[in-house]
C-alpha cells in the first residue's frame, strides 16, 4: 500500500482504496486489526546500544591500545606514578568519549517528541481523543488551529486550512492545504498541497482527512530511517591520532632495539641496556599526546562558547579547521526566518520600507525621503488596511534566553541581571509582516481603534485568496480588503492615484500588474490592498456582492530578509578558500533572489531545483556537484545525496540548519551545525555544533577557531616528537661511538613526565598567527607531518641530539676514567636535553622561526618554561633528591656548555629561516593550506 501515489486519488477513490465511510470511519474492531498490520504509529528508534557497551567501546582505539602497553612497561619498571598517569589519561578519555556518543544517539527519541500525543478522531461515527500511537491507516481525523497532524493525512475537507512545514521542508511560509487530487507524479513534499505530514503544525483554519500513512512509513518516518542508518564520520583529527599513534609504536620499538642492540655490542651491560631501552620506548610514547589534544579542545570549546558556538562533540572542533564547503539552510540560517515587508507600490510611487526583524523601529520612504502620514492619503490608508485587515498579534516577550544587559528601558528583572524583552509575532507571518510595517508609522489596531472599530470579518479562503473586514468610521461603514494581487485588480473599479479616487482603467492596471510582476522577480511574497465605503443599507452577507466595486490601494512585498552579517561572513569564507551552498526547500526564485543578494553564486555557477535533482543519478551529480551553488525545492534524501556527493569529490562538508529535515544531512556531514534558538531538538541532538545566536557568522569565527586548534596541536606534536627524536638519538649515537650511557633511565622517564608535558599543553591554547584565515583548507587527506613537519621534527631532534651528546663528551672528556665525573657529563647531558627542548618549544610557536612572534605573547608558555627550569634546578641541587636522579650540581663552566649546546639548535634553523628570505615564506604560505579549486 505504501506504493500508493495517495496525492493522485480523488477523495472518491481514497476513500474506496481504504474501505472508509467519510462520516463514520472505521470501527474499534476494525481499527485493532489494522494495528496489528501496520503497527504503533511511531518512530522506532532502531537496535540501541547499552551504555556498557558504548562505554567500552571507547577502549578499541590503537592509541589507546598503545598506551596500555606504555602503562604496563612503566609498571615493570617500578614506575607507579607514571603507570597511574597512563591509566588516568585512558579513563578519562574514555569517559569523555562515553558523554559525546550517549548525547549523540539521543537524535532519534528527541524526534519521537514531535509527534502529537492525542489525535481526534471519528470512529463508529463519533469523535474520540485517542493516543496518536493508535492511529492507523483509515482512520478520519479531525484537526484545527494550534493542533500537530499525528500522521501523514490525506484531506478530505479543508477551511482557509494552513499548515506550518518549515521543519519538514524548509519553506517559511504556511502552505495553503486543499483536499482536490494532484495529477502529478514528480512533485516534492513542498507542493503536495493535499497532504498534511506528521509532526508539522496547523497554523490557520479547520480541516479533515483521513491517515494513510502511519509511524516508519510516514515522511517523519523516513527521516527517522536516515538518521538510524546515517554512520557518523570520523574527524580527521581522530583519523590523525589513530595514524601517529602506528607510526610512533613502529619507530619507537625499531629505535630502541638498535640502542640495545648497539649498546650490548659495544660491551654495555645487557641489564642496563634493557632498562635504558624500555625506558626510550616510553619516552618515545608521548601518552600526554591524548590528554594534551582533550586539554587543547576543551579550552578551545570554552572560546567557542564565548563566540556563541557551544560544541557537543570535541573533535569536531578541529574538523572544520579544514572545511571546504558549508551547506546551509536558508530559512532562519542566511535569513531571519521573520517575514519583513521592504517595498510598497502605491499609484505609481514606488516606497521602500526600512527596519529588521519583528521589531517596530524603521522608516517609509520615498527616493531616500521619510514620508509623512499626515500629507500621504494612500500610504496612510494602506496602513490602516494592513492594521485592522489582520488577525496576528504583535507583543513584547521575555525570552528564556533573551540577552542579558545591564539595564534598561522595560526590562524584566533576573536574578542580578536584567532581560531585554523582544518583539515576537503569534498569528500568521504574513499578517505579522503587515502589521510589523504599520506599527513601524504608529498605525496599530490600538492607535487608530477608536476612529476605526472592527466589526465583521470575511475570513480569508484559498478559493477567494483575500479577507476582508469591515469597520466602523464617522457614522459609515469601511471594508478594508487584502489579497493575492491578481485576484484583487480583477474586483476593483476604482484606484487611489495621486490622493484622488480615479477610474481602474486598462492602462493603470497594467502599471499595478507590471509593479506586480517586478516584485515577484525579486522573489517578494506581494499582497495587494483595497476598500471601499459602504452605504448604510448595505448588507455584506454576500461576500462576492459586497467585495465587488473596490478602490485598489497598492502592493506590499515582503521576504524572509538574509542576516545582516552573513553577506560580510560569507565573503571571509570565500577568502578562506570555502564555498558556500545554499540548500532550501523554499521556491527556486526565492532562494536565487537571497542567495544574489549575499552573493552565494559566483560567476558560471548554477542552481538546480529538486525535480531536476531527482532525475539525476549519483554519477550525473557527481560530475556538476562543485558547480552548484543553490539546491531550491529539495527533501531529507536530497539534502543527504548532496552532502555525500560533496564528499565523494573530497570536501569535507560542514552542514547547516534547523528543521528536521536537516537532520539526516546533518548527521552524515562532517560536521553537523544546528540553529540553537529556531533549531528542533531533533537537529540538535545530530548536530556537533548548536549555534546558539543562530547566526551564520558564527561558523566563521568557529572555523577560525578550529583552525587554530589543529595548528596548536601540531604545534605540540612537532615539540614532543622533536624532543622524543632527540633522546633517542643521543643514546643512540653515544652507543655507536662506544661512549658511556649519556642518560640513565629514571632521567630519561623524568624529561618525559615533566620537560615534555606543561610546555606541551601551554602550546595547545597558542594565539593563532595573524594570517589564519588567508590560507584556503588544508585537505582532508593531509597527513599529520605534512607542510615540512617530519622534516622539522628529524632536523631539530637530529640537532638536540647531537648537541646533548657533545656537551656529554665535551664534559667527560675532562677525565674520562672518573666515575665522578661521569655523572657529571651525565647531569649536563640532562641539563643540555632539557634545556634544548625549552629552547625549542618557543621556536615551535611559529610556522617560520622563533624571530617570527613575540617570546612573551603566550604566558601560559612562559610560566610553563619558568617552572620546568625550576624543577630542573631542583633535580640538580636539592641533595634529597641527587642521590635518586645521579646527577650532581653544576658550575658555571659546565652551564656555560649547556646553554650554548642547547641553543645551537635553535639559532641554526632561525638563521637559516631567515636567510631564506621572503620567497621561502611566500612559499611556505601557499603550501600551508593545499589549494582547492572546488572550494573557490
Given at each position: 500500500?505504501?506504493?500508493?501515489?495517495?496525492?493522485?486519488?480523488?477523495?472518491?477513490?481514497?476513500?474506496?482504496?481504504?474501505?472508509?465511510?467519510?462520516?463514520?470511519?472505521?470501527?474499534?474492531?476494525?481499527?485493532?486489526?489494522?494495528?496489528?498490520?501496520?503497527?504503533?504509529?511511531?518512530?522506532?528508534?532502531?537496535?540501541?546500544?547499552?551504555?556498557?557497551?558504548?562505554?567500552?567501546?571507547?577502549?578499541?582505539?590503537?592509541?589507546?591500545?598503545?598506551?596500555?602497553?606504555?602503562?604496563?612497561?612503566?609498571?615493570?619498571?617500578?614506575?607507579?606514578?607514571?603507570?597511574?598517569?597512563?591509566?588516568?589519561?585512558?579513563?578519562?578519555?574514555?569517559?569523555?568519549?562515553?558523554?559525546?556518543?550517549?548525547?549523540?544517539?539521543?537524535?532519534?527519541?528527541?524526534?519521537?517528541?514531535?509527534?502529537?500525543?492525542?489525535?481526534?478522531?471519528?470512529?463508529?461515527?463519533?469523535?474520540?481523543?485517542?493516543?496518536?500511537?493508535?492511529?492507523?491507516?483509515?482512520?478520519?481525523?479531525?484537526?484545527?488551529?494550534?493542533?500537530?497532524?499525528?500522521?501523514?493525512?490525506?484531506?478530505?475537507?479543508?477551511?482557509?486550512?494552513?499548515?506550518?512545514?518549515?521543519?519538514?521542508?524548509?519553506?517559511?511560509?504556511?502552505?495553503?492545504?486543499?483536499?482536490?487530487?494532484?495529477?502529478?507524479?514528480?512533485?516534492?513534499?513542498?507542493?503536495?498541497?493535499?497532504?498534511?505530514?506528521?509532526?508539522?503544525?496547523?497554523?490557520?483554519?479547520?480541516?479533515?482527512?483521513?491517515?494513510?500513512?502511519?509511524?516508519?512509513?510516514?515522511?517523519?518516518?523516513?527521516?527517522?530511517?536516515?538518521?538510524?542508518?546515517?554512520?557518523?564520520?570520523?574527524?580527521?583529527l581522530q583519523h590523525r591520532l589513530e595514524q601517529l599513534g602506528k607510526i610512533l609504536i613502529i619507530v619507537a620499538l625499531a629505535l630502541t632495539v638498535m640502542v640495545v642492540v648497539a649498546g650490548i655490542m659495544h660491551g654495555?651491560?645487557?641489564?642496563?641496556?634493557?632498562?635504558?631501552?624500555?625506558?626510550?620506548?616510553?619516552?618515545?610514547?608521548?601518552?600526554?599526546?591524548?590528554?594534551?589534544?582533550?586539554?587543547?579542545?576543551?579550552?578551545?570549546?570554552?572560546?567557542?562558547?564565548?563566540?556563541?558556538?557551544?560544541?557537543?562533540?570535541?573533535?569536531?572542533?578541529?574538523?572544520?579547521?579544514?572545511?571546504?564547503?558549508?551547506?546551509?539552510?536558508?530559512?532562519?540560517?542566511?535569513?531571519?526566518?521573520?517575514?519583513?515587508?521592504?517595498?510598497?507600490?502605491?499609484?505609481?510611487?514606488?516606497?521602500?520600507?526600512?527596519?529588521?526583524?519583528?521589531?517596530?523601529?524603521?522608516?517609509?520612504?520615498?527616493?531616500?525621503?521619510?514620508?509623512?502620514?499626515?500629507?500621504?492619503?494612500?500610504?496612510?490608508?494602506?496602513?490602516?488596511?494592513?492594521?485592522?485587515?489582520?488577525?496576528?498579534?504583535?507583543?513584547?516577550?521575555?525570552?528564556?534566553?533573551?540577552?542579558?544587559?545591564?539595564?534598561?528601558?522595560?526590562?524584566?528583572?533576573?536574578?542580578?541581571?536584567?532581560?531585554?524583552?523582544?518583539?515576537?509575532?503569534?498569528?500568521?507571518?504574513?499578517?505579522?509582516?503587515?502589521?510589523?510595517?504599520?506599527?513601524?508609522?504608529?498605525?496599530?489596531?490600538?492607535?487608530?481603534?477608536?476612529?476605526?472599530?472592527?466589526?465583521?470579518?470575511?475570513?480569508?479562503?484559498?478559493?477567494?485568496?483575500?479577507?476582508?473586514?469591515?469597520?466602523?468610521?464617522?457614522?459609515?461603514?469601511?471594508?478594508?480588503?487584502?489579497?493575492?494581487?491578481?485576484?484583487?485588480?480583477?474586483?476593483?473599479?476604482?484606484?487611489?492615484?495621486?490622493?484622488?479616487?480615479?477610474?481602474?482603467?486598462?492602462?493603470?492596471?497594467?502599471?499595478?500588474?507590471?509593479?506586480?510582476?517586478?516584485?515577484?522577480?525579486?522573489?517578494?511574497?506581494?499582497?495587494?490592498?483595497?476598500?471601499?465605503?459602504?452605504?448604510?443599507?448595505?448588507?455584506?452577507?454576500?461576500?462576492?456582492?459586497?467585495?465587488?466595486?473596490?478602490?485598489?490601494?497598492?502592493?506590499?512585498?515582503?521576504?524572509?530578509?538574509?542576516?545582516?552579517?552573513?553577506?560580510?561572513?560569507?565573503?571571509?569564507?570565500?577568502?578562506?578558500?570555502?564555498?558556500?551552498?545554499?540548500?532550501?526547500?523554499?521556491?527556486?526564485?526565492?532562494?536565487?533572489?537571497?542567495?544574489?543578494?549575499?552573493?552565494?553564486?559566483?560567476?558560471?555557477?548554477?542552481?538546480?531545483?529538486?525535480?531536476?535533482?531527482?532525475?539525476?543519478?549519483?554519477?550525473?551529480?557527481?560530475?556538476?556537484?562543485?558547480?552548484?551553488?543553490?539546491?531550491?525545492?529539495?527533501?531529507?534524501?536530497?539534502?543527504?545525496?548532496?552532502?555525500?556527493?560533496?564528499?565523494?569529490?573530497?570536501?569535507?562538508?560542514?552542514?547547516?540548519?534547523?528543521?528536521?529535515?536537516d537532520a539526516p544531512a546533518i548527521k552524515a556531514a562532517d560536521i553537523g551545525i544546528a540553529m540553537g534558538i529556531t533549531g528542533t531538538d531533533v537537529t540538535k541532538e545530530a548536530s556537533a555544533l548548536i549555534l546558539s545566536?543562530?547566526?551564520?557568522?558564527?561558523?566563521?569565527?568557529?572555523?577560525?577557531?578550529?583552525?587554530?586548534?589543529?595548528?596548536?596541536?601540531?604545534?605540540?606534536?612537532?615539540?614532543?616528537?622533536?624532543?622524543?627524536?632527540?633522546?633517542?638519538?643521543?643514546?643512540?649515537?653515544?652507543?655507536?661511538?662506544?661512549?658511556?650511557?649519556?642518560?640513565?633511565?629514571?632521567?630519561?622517564?623524568?624529561?618525559?613526565?615533566?620537560?615534555?608535558?606543561?610546555?606541551?599543553?601551554?602550546?595547545?591554547?597558542?594565539?593563532?598567527?595573524?594570517?589564519?584565515?588567508?590560507?584556503?583548507?588544508?585537505?582532508?587527506?593531509?597527513?599529520?607531518?605534512?607542510?615540512?613537519?617530519?622534516?622539522?621534527?628529524?632536523?631539530?631532534?637530529?640537532?638536540?641530539?647531537?648537541?646533548?651528546?657533545?656537551?656529554?663528551?665535551?664534559?667527560?672528556?675532562?677525565?674520562?676514567?672518573?666515575?665522578?665525573?661521569?655523572?657529571?657529563?651525565?647531569?649536563?647531558?640532562?641539563?643540555?636535553?632539557?634545556?634544548?627542548?625549552?629552547?625549542?618549544?618557543?621556536?615551535?610557536?611559529?610556522?617560520?622561526?622563533?624571530?617570527?612572534?613575540?617570546?612573551?605573547?603566550?604566558?601560559?608558555?612562559?610560566?610553563?618554561?619558568?617552572?620546568?627550569?625550576?624543577?630542573?634546578?631542583?633535580?640538580?641541587?636539592?641533595?634529597?633528591?641527587?642521590?635518586?636522579?645521579?646527577?650532581?650540581?653544576?658550575?658555571?663552566?659546565?652551564?656555560?656548555?649547556?646553554?650554548?649546546?642547547?641553543?645551537?639548535?635553535?639559532?641554526?634553523?632561525?638563521?637559516?629561516?631567515?636567510?631564506?628570505?621572503?620567497?621561502?615564506?611566500?612559499?611556505?604560505?601557499?603550501?600551508?593550506?593545499?589549494?582547492?579549486?572546488?572550494?573557490?
Amino acid at each position: 500500500m505504501e506504493q500508493i501515489k495517495w496525492h493522485r486519488l480523488t477523495c472518491t477513490q481514497l476513500l474506496d482504496t481504504l474501505g472508509v465511510h467519510a462520516d463514520q470511519g472505521i470501527s474499534d474492531e476494525e481499527a485493532v486489526q489494522r494495528q496489528q498490520r501496520y503497527g504503533a504509529n511511531e518512530l522506532s528508534e532502531g537496535k540501541r546500544i547499552s551504555p556498557l557497551a558504548l562505554f567500552l567501546n571507547q577502549f578499541k582505539d590503537f592509541m589507546v591500545l598503545v598506551l596500555a602497553g606504555a602503562t604496563l612497561v612503566s609498571g615493570i619498571l617500578g614506575e607507579y606514578l607514571d603507570a597511574v598517569t597512563i591509566i588516568a589519561i585512558i579513563i578519562l578519555n574514555g569517559v569523555l568519549g562515553f558523554v559525546q556518543e550517549f548525547r549523540a544517539e539521543r537524535s532519534l527519541r528527541a524526534l519521537k517528541q514531535l509527534s502529537a500525543p492525542i489525535a481526534k478522531v471519528i470512529r463508529s461515527g463519533q469523535l474520540h481523543h485517542l493516543p496518536a500511537r493508535e492511529l492507523v491507516p483509515g482512520d478520519i481525523v479531525v484537526l484545527e488551529s494550534g493542533d500537530r497532524v499525528p500522521a501523514d493525512i490525506r484531506w478530505l475537507e479543508t477551511n482557509s486550512c494552513y499548515v506550518e512545514e518549515s521543519a519538514l521542508t524548509g519553506e517559511s511560509v504556511p502552505v495553503n492545504k486543499h483536499f482536490e487530487a494532484i495529477n502529478r507524479d514528480d512533485i516534492p513534499l513542498g507542493d503536495m498541497k493535499n497532504i498534511g505530514f506528521m509532526g508539522t503544525m496547523m497554523s490557520r483554519g479547520t480541516a479533515r482527512g483521513i491517515v494513510v500513512r502511519t509511524g516508519m512509513d510516514t515522511e517523519m518516518g523516513k527521516i527517522a530511517h536516515l538518521i538510524d542508518s546515517t554512520e557518523s564520520m570520523e574527524t580527521p583529527l581522530q583519523h590523525r591520532l589513530e595514524q601517529l599513534g602506528k607510526i610512533l609504536i613502529i619507530v619507537a620499538l625499531a629505535l630502541t632495539v638498535m640502542v640495545v642492540v648497539a649498546g650490548i655490542m659495544h660491551g654495555q651491560p645487557a641489564l642496563g641496556m634493557f632498562l635504558a631501552g624500555v625506558s626510550l620506548a616510553v619516552a618515545a610514547i608521548p601518552e600526554g599526546l591524548p590528554a594534551i589534544v582533550t586539554i587543547a579542545l576543551a579550552l578551545g570549546v570554552q572560546r567557542m562558547i564565548k563566540r556563541k558556538a557551544i560544541v557537543r562533540k570535541l573533535p569536531s572542533v578541529e574538523t572544520l579547521g579544514c572545511a571546504s564547503v558549508i551547506c546551509s539552510d536558508k530559512t532562519g540560517t542566511l535569513t531571519q526566518n521573520k517575514m519583513t515587508v521592504t517595498n510598497l507600490w502605491l499609484g505609481g510611487r514606488t516606497l521602500e520600507v526600512s527596519g529588521e526583524g519583528y521589531e517596530p523601529i524603521g522608516h517609509i520612504t520615498e527616493q531616500g525621503q521619510p514620508l509623512d502620514l499626515k500629507n500621504d492619503q494612500q500610504l496612510r490608508r494602506l496602513l490602516q488596511i494592513s492594521a485592522l485587515c489582520n488577525n496576528a498579534i504583535l507583543d513584547e516577550v521575555y525570552p528564556e534566553e533573551a540577552e542579558l544587559t545591564k539595564s534598561g528601558k522595560g526590562a524584566k528583572r533576573k536574578g542580578r541581571e536584567e532581560v531585554q524583552p523582544v518583539w515576537g509575532i503569534k498569528g500568521d507571518p504574513t499578517e505579522g509582516a503587515l502589521l510589523v510595517m504599520a506599527a513601524k508609522l504608529g498605525v496599530t489596531a490600538s492607535s487608530i481603534g477608536s476612529a476605526y472599530q472592527r466589526v465583521q470579518e470575511l475570513p480569508f479562503d484559498s478559493e477567494r485568496k483575500r479577507m476582508s473586514v469591515v469597520v466602523k468610521h464617522q457614522g459609515g461603514s469601511i471594508l478594508f480588503t487584502k489579497g493575492a494581487p491578481d485576484v484583487l485588480m480583477d474586483r476593483c473599479a476604482y484606484v487611489l492615484w495621486d490622493g484622488k479616487v480615479v477610474p481602474f482603467t486598462g492602462s493603470l492596471k497594467q502599471r499595478a500588474q507590471a509593479a506586480n510582476e517586478q516584485m515577484a522577480k525579486q522573489a517578494l511574497r506581494v499582497l495587494g490592498t483595497a476598500y471601499r465605503e459602504l452605504k448604510p443599507s448595505e448588507q455584506v452577507d454576500n461576500e462576492n456582492a459586497v467585495e465587488s466595486q473596490l478602490i485598489f490601494v497598492g502592493l506590499a512585498g515582503m521576504i524572509d530578509p538574509p542576516r545582516r552579517e552573513v553577506r560580510d561572513a560569507i565573503s571571509q569564507c570565500r577568502r578562506a578558500g570555502i564555498k558556500t551552498v545554499m540548500i532550501t526547500g523554499d521556491h527556486q526564485l526565492t532562494a536565487e533572489a537571497i542567495a544574489g543578494q549575499l552573493g552565494i553564486v559566483p560567476k558560471g555557477g548554477i542552481a538546480v531545483n529538486g525535480a531536476q535533482l531527482a532525475h539525476m543519478t549519483d554519477e550525473d551529480l557527481d560530475k556538476v556537484v562543485d558547480q552548484i551553488y543553490v539546491y531550491a525545492r529539495v527533501s531529507p534524501e536530497h539534502k543527504l545525496r548532496i552532502v555525500k556527493s560533496l564528499q565523494r569529490q573530497g570536501h569535507v562538508v560542514a552542514m547547516t540548519g534547523d528543521g528536521v529535515n536537516d537532520a539526516p544531512a546533518i548527521k552524515a556531514a562532517d560536521i553537523g551545525i544546528a540553529m540553537g534558538i529556531t533549531g528542533t531538538d531533533v537537529t540538535k541532538e545530530a548536530s556537533a555544533l548548536i549555534l546558539s545566536d543562530d547566526n551564520f557568522a558564527t561558523i566563521v569565527s568557529a572555523i577560525e577557531e578550529g583552525r587554530g586548534i589543529y595548528e596548536n596541536i601540531r604545534k605540540f606534536i612537532r615539540y614532543l616528537l622533536a624532543s622524543n627524536v632527540g633522546e633517542i638519538l643521543v643514546m643512540f649515537f653515544a652507543m655507536m661511538l662506544g661512549l658511556p650511557l649519556p642518560l640513565i633511565p629514571i632521567q630519561i622517564l623524568w624529561v618525559n613526565l615533566v620537560t615534555d608535558g606543561l610546555p606541551a599543553m601551554a602550546l595547545g591554547v597558542d594565539q593563532a598567527e595573524k594570517d589564519l584565515m588567508e590560507h584556503r583548507p588544508r585537505s582532508a587527506k593531509e597527513n599529520i607531518f605534512a607542510r615540512r613537519l617530519g622534516w622539522k621534527i628529524i632536523s631539530r631532534g637530529l640537532l638536540i641530539g647531537i648537541c646533548t651528546l657533545a656537551a656529554f663528551w665535551l664534559t667527560l672528556n675532562a677525565n674520562p676514567n672518573s666515575a665522578e665525573q661521569l655523572m657529571k657529563a651525565q647531569t649536563v647531558a640532562f641539563a643540555t636535553l632539557v634545556m634544548a627542548q625549552l629552547i625549542h618549544v618557543f621556536d615551535c610557536r611559529s610556522s617560520r622561526s622563533i624571530f617570527h612572534r613575540n617570546l612573551f605573547q603566550n604566558k601560559y608558555l612562559v610560566l610553563a618554561v619558568l617552572s620546568s627550569v625550576l624543577l630542573l634546578l631542583g633535580v640538580l641541587y636539592i641533595e634529597q633528591l641527587q642521590p635518586i636522579f645521579k646527577t650532581v650540581p653544576l658550575g658555571l663552566r659546565d652551564w656555560a656548555i649547556t646553554f650554548v649546546m642547547a641553543g645551537i639548535p635553535t639559532f641554526l634553523l632561525g638563521i637559516g629561516s631567515v636567510w631564506s628570505g621572503k620567497k621561502s615564506i611566500n612559499r611556505r604560505r601557499k603550501a600551508t593550506y593545499p589549494s582547492h579549486r572546488r572550494a573557490a
